[in-house]
């Protein structure tokens, strides 16, 4: 069982930045595919990006290139979403995803792709 726990989420002007943390344990995490996924009000669960297993390849939603990094730490089990110039339609609870995957350089972009998901966490971009 991987379990996975978010955080970093707030409140936060427009043009801010927020870094969200998503700690995993219970598998490896080095050979799990890890994505962030969103939900924002009264819209439907949504992509954001992933990184491989080692962490050498990333992928982006088109609405958040060039704004979000996401890295991860295989010596601290940890991927994080760094977000900068935030809007308010970034607004939405944010969610980590994991996969095990044999292929180093695989990602996955549907939700309905990760089998472990923590419980979210929320980001509120003010205008």
């Known amino acids: 069982q991987v379990q996975l726990a978010e955080s970093g989420g707030g409140l936060v002007q427009a043009g801010g930045s927020l870094r969200l943390s998503c700690a995993v344990s219970?598998?490896?995490?080095?050979?799990?595919?890890m994505g962030w996924f969103r939900q924002g009000p009264g819209k439907e669960r949504e992509f954001v990006s992933a990184i491989s297993r080692s962490g050498g390849m990333t992928y982006y939603s088109d609405s958040v290139k060039g704004r979000f990094a996401i890295s991860r730490d295989n010596a601290r089990n940890t991927v994080y979403l760094q977000m900068n110039s935030l809007k308010p339609e970034d607004t939405a609870v944010y969610y980590c995803?994991?996969?095990?995957?044999?292929?180093?350089?695989?990602?996955?972009?549907?939700?309905?792709?990760?089998?472990?998901w923590g419980q979210g966490t929320q980001v509120t971009v003010s205008s």
């Open positions: 995803a994991a996969r095990e995957t044999a292929v180093s350089g695989a990602y996955f972009s549907t939700s309905r792709s990760y089998g472990y």
């Open positions: 219970g598998r490896t995490f080095s050979g799990c595919t």
